[in-house]
């Protein structure tokens, strides 16, 4: 029912900062939770971070506080992922994630149903 594509991804030396963007359509109003799960070759997919609809509530994955900042434009139907001082353990495919269905913040993969492609981060040591 939404479309995500996303968008910022490339190649960083570690210490470097990455802006990640995810355009969302398909809808007519913003959906509940928008959010950011990562995956590495041969592991899961991960949560990282995700943002209720009016940014009243932000939530983030131990492994990446005080680094990664989420927000999300309404008016434009999309999120950001602001990553900073990168590590190359931050390795892996990028997803954003929409759940049109809760209000509350998960950090479990069933809780949303829309997907984007993935987006790549590779950072370097």
């Known amino acids: 029912q939404v479309q995500l594509v996303e968008s910022g991804g490339g190649l960083v030396q570690a210490g470097g900062s990455l802006r990640l963007s995810c355009a969302a359509s398909?809808?007519?109003?913003?959906?509940?939770?928008m959010g950011w799960f990562r995956q590495a070759p041969g592991k899961e997919r991960n949560f990282v971070a995700a943002?209720?609809?009016?940014?009243?509530?932000?939530y983030y994955a131990d492994s990446v506080k005080g680094r990664f900042t989420i927000s999300r434009d309404n008016a434009k139907n999309t999120v950001f992922l602001q990553m900073n001082s990168l590590k190359p353990e931050d390795t892996a495919l990028y997803y954003c994630?929409?759940?049109?269905?809760?209000?509350?913040?998960?950090?479990?993969?069933?809780?949303?149903?829309?997907w984007g492609q993935g987006t790549q981060v590779t950072v370097s040591s």
């Open positions: 943002i209720t609809r009016c940014s009243e509530t932000t």
């Open positions: 994630a929409a759940s049109t269905a809760h209000r509350a913040i998960v950090p479990r993969t069933d809780w949303y149903d829309s």
């Open positions: 398909g809808r007519t109003f913003s959906p509940y939770v």
